[in-house]
């Protein structure tokens, strides 16, 4: 029976409706294709045209002797074209300063009049020389007092005295206090206990002598004024 049965056409496979959906979907490709087509070439068609208005406008304005206006120039007014420019106005020019007033012509001094001394006769007796004056008695009586030198240790104040006068204090442990900036008994008794272990953390080789010869104690007294209390610890100045 399959030797005698023909074979069937494959069109007969597909459903008329498939079929139809088909042939659509391509002549819609087809419409939308050629219309891309299309306006792609008007557009081209279009730039050309721009182009050539463009080249005509600027062969035009060279045959008239203008400038093209470049695109991102500023547009070019015709009434400024057309119209003269006013010439610049002067700038104004001070005027001149007035003269200076003239100094008043002061009259020349008048020689002062001679004066007309008689012809008298010299006497000629010596005259005598005045006497030097006498010394009050009171002053040669009151004898001249010497003024009281000031002690070196002694100053205006008790904390300005020189840090040289604690026990203890060299030459050198002087210098090198000073250039931390203790110079006076009243720098070195301002210090706090914390301030005086870090100023003795600094004294290199002399470190520890501030704990051992007790300056701060020397410094409170000698700032405080009592130097019999200092005495009485220290020994004497």
């Known amino acids: ?41 008007v ?35 015709e ?6 420019k006013a010439a610049p106005t002067p700038a104004p020019v001070p005027a001149a300063p007035p003269p200076p007033a003239a100094a008043p012509v002061m009259p020349p ?3 002062p ?5 008689a012809d008298e006769p010299l006497n000629d007796e010596p005259v005598a020389a005045a006497a030097p004056m006498a010394a ?16 070196p240790t002694e100053s205006s104040r008790p904390e300005d005295q020189p840090i040289t006068l604690l026990k203890g204090l060299g030459p050198k442990l002087t210098q090198t206090l000073a250039q931390h900036g203790i110079t006076t008994v009243g720098d070195m008794a301002a210090l706090s206990e914390a301030q005086a272990q870090a100023l003795d953390a600094q004294l290199g080789a002399f470190s520890g002598r501030m704990a051992r010869d007790r300056w701060l104690e020397q410094a409170r007294l ?16």
């Not at 203008?66 to 120039?73: A, E, F, H």
């Not at 000698?222 to 100045?237: I, K, P, Q, S």
């Open 136 to 151: 009050s008695p009171a002053a040669e009586a009151a004898p001249a007092e010497p003024v009281p030198a000031q002690s």
């Open 1 to 41: 029976m399959n030797d005698t049965t023909a074979a069937a056409p494959a069109t007969s496979l597909i459903p008329d409706g498939v079929a139809a959906i088909t042939t659509i979907h391509f002549v819609l490709l087809a419409i939308v294709a050629l219309a891309a087509i299309a306006m792609i070439v």
């Open 79 to 84: 009434a400024s074209l057309t119209e003269p």
């Open 109 to 111: 001094p008048t020689a």
């Open 222 to 237: 000698l700032a405080a004024g009592d130097r019999a209390g200092f005495e009485a610890v220290f020994g004497r100045l």
């Open 43 to 77: 557009g081209m068609r279009l730039k050309h045209r721009r182009n050539q208005a463009a080249r005509q406008v600027e062969e035009n304005a060279q045959d008239a002797g203008l400038s093209v206006r470049q695109p991102d120039s500023k547009p070019i007014d």
């Open 113 to 117: 009049e001679e004066l007309v001394v």
